[in-house]
């Protein structure tokens, strides 16, 4: 629990429906009634907070056995791109969405990450990715570069690479063997992949994204030749 509640403040950037759903995973009284208020409120909400929300409506009504006859939600492709969320990448969830069929764009997204990156999606690292991020530059673009890490992890993996994100030196990287001419060659592949699927250009998240893709090993070999270069290895690396 919480987990849930911690990913909550990375999820939902209104603070009312971020207060409404933190007291009702906690405390379970008036529950029918704080949903209700909680529905009420989506109206106010853009489509892309509506279908990060939409996450916790799946968990809070599974855990408690309510129905979602009244819900509502917007579900372009074009929206749902900033809508993957750390709670959204849970097995279950994705179960919940496949189950209601609520948003099929949301689920055929989910659907390739679950099975393919589990390391990945339950690494801590992955939640200071996406807190710094949010610091930075907001919640829309920060969900937006969490979706593009993933499908970098993901083509890198399809093609047979080693991936993991790793941390160097304070540097959270997209750990990989692949060249760096494979890299471009994902890089390019997802920017035409988003614009054509979902018509969003997403060249800039991808950019951002691509200057964490790297080999520790490879920063260590170039180190460790620097320090050689400049007379003698002053640490190990």
Do not use: W
């Amino acid at each position: 629990m919480n987990l849930i509640l911690s990913y909550i403040d990375l999820d939902v950037d209104d603070v009312y429906v971020s207060s409404l759903l933190k007291i009702m995973i906690e405390d379970k009284r008036l529950l029918r009634e704080h949903f209700e208020l909680l529905l009420s409120r989506l109206s106010s909400l853009t489509p892309r907070q509506q279908l990060r929300v939409l996450d916790y409506i799946l968990y809070i009504s599974n855990k408690n056995e309510m129905g979602l006859t009244s819900l509502k939600i917007q579900c372009s492709p074009r929206e749902v791109v900033y809508s993957i969320t750390l709670l959204s990448l849970n097995p279950r969830i994705v179960s919940l969405y496949k189950a209601l069929k609520i948003c099929d764009k949301k689920l055929e997204i989910l659907n390739k990450f679950t099975n393919n990156l589990e390391d990945i999606i339950l690494n801590p690292k992955l939640i200071d990715f996406l807190r710094e991020k949010i610091n930075g530059e907001g919640f829309d673009k920060a969900h937006l570069e969490l979706l593009i890490l993933l499908e970098f992890a993901l083509k890198l993996r399809n093609k047979g690479y080693h991936v993991e994100l790793n941390d160097f030196y304070g540097d959270l990287l997209l750990d990989t063997n692949a060249s760096f001419e494979e890299q471009m060659k994902i890089r390019d592949q997802i920017i035409e992949e988003y614009k054509r699927k979902y018509n969003v250009d997403v060249s800039a998240e991808v950019g951002d994204v691509f200057g964490m893709v790297d080999s520790v090993d490879k920063i260590k070999e170039y180190m460790r030749k620097v320090l050689d270069v400049g007379g003698g290895r002053k640490q190990s690396i």
